[in-house]
């Protein structure tokens, strides 16, 4: 179903109905444009209708068809056009496979947390997977995720809680990657957002030259927040670092181990 705003443009049948004096209406085969003026429920709204010659009218309480409501034998009805009913459907789609995405990272982050995990990294990032999942069930399209998908990630994230946040971990003398060090990799963020869509891209320098990309998207152009997608795509790439740093780290302890150090941590 496609909610009704004010200001959105159906498509208008007469379909019998007597119209206002002086309005335009020759071919029934066609429809009207009209603005949705007022909202009386998702089936019911008043119109301001465009006739054949550009002139403007009202009509109110105009039945809305939605998904596979039936035509009216008779009297008008305003209904959405193809292109709107398309992206409904693509948009409920893509909701779908943010639940799905979102149900993934719940379980690797479950993984990671139960993982044998001495410096608290996997912990880590098993928090920015968990918040990552929240994003996408908190979804573009505003809508509450089917039941069995929020559930998983609220008793992951209470099951982290605490120890999985990305700051700086002060009660451990064991090396760590901390979010803060992360921080201080970026040299340069660029973000770009594809035009006629609600992708953003987000690219991040760091200190070495090396480039990460994330990304965002929402569901539809209408809820699309440039602000939230380049925090998002942001975030997308600084979950590309995480297991970059903690390879490096491991390394370095390796290598450490190998020379018979003990001072090892993040340069």
């Known amino acids: 179903m496609i909610h009704p705003t004010p200001g959105r443009i159906v498509w208008f049948h007469p379909n019998g109905i007597t119209l206002p004096p002086n309005f335009a209406y020759s071919d029934s085969e066609q429809p009207l444009a009209?603005?949705?003026?007022?909202?009386?429920?998702?089936r019911m709204v008043n119109l301001f209708v465009i006739?054949?010659?550009?002139?403007?009218?009202?009509?109110?309480?105009?039945?809305?068809?939605?998904?596979?409501?039936?035509?009216?034998?008779?009297?008008?009805?305003?209904?959405w056009m193809p292109y709107q009913k398309g992206q409904?459907?693509?948009?409920?789609?893509?909701?779908?496979?943010?639940?799905?995405?979102?149900?993934?990272l719940a379980f690797s982050?479950?993984?990671?947390?139960?993982?044998?995990?001495?410096?608290?990294?996997?912990k880590r990032l098993a928090g920015l997977m968990i918040q990552r999942a929240e994003q996408l069930l908190g979804g573009a399209a505003g809508e509450q995720p089917a039941a069995g998908g929020l559930p998983a990630i609220k008793a992951?994230?209470?099951?982290?809680?605490g120890e999985c946040s990305p700051g700086p971990q002060t009660d451990s003398a064991s090396p760590t990657v901390t979010l803060e060090q992360i921080e201080n990799l970026i040299v340069s963020a660029q973000y770009h957002v594809i035009p006629g869509t609600t992708v953003t891209v987000c690219c991040l320098e760091l200190r070495n030259g090396f480039n990460v990309i994330g990304e965002s998207a929402c569901a539809s152009l209408d809820n699309f927040n440039a602000e939230k997608g380049r925090t998002y795509a942001r975030e997308k790439a600084?979950?590309?670092?995480?297991?970059?740093?903690?390879?490096?780290l491991k390394q370095r302890i390796y290598e450490a181990t190998?020379?018979?150090?003990q001072d090892v941590g993040l340069q």
């Open 34 to 42: 009209a603005t949705i003026a007022y909202v009386h429920s998702d």
């Open 51 to 79: 006739d054949q010659n550009g002139m403007g009218y009202s009509l109110t309480s105009v039945t809305l068809l939605q998904d596979d409501d039936a035509t009216p034998g008779a009297g008008s009805y305003a209904e």
């Open 88 to 104: 409904a459907a693509k948009s409920n789609t893509i909701d779908q496979n943010a639940m799905d995405e979102a149900c993934r």
């Open 109 to 122: 982050a479950k993984e990671l947390f139960l993982a044998n995990d001495s410096d608290g990294g996997a």
């Open 156 to 161: 992951s994230a209470k099951l982290c809680s």
């Open 238 to 248: 600084i979950e590309k670092i995480w297991p970059l740093e903690g390879y490096l």
């Open 258 to 261: 190998l020379a018979g150090r």
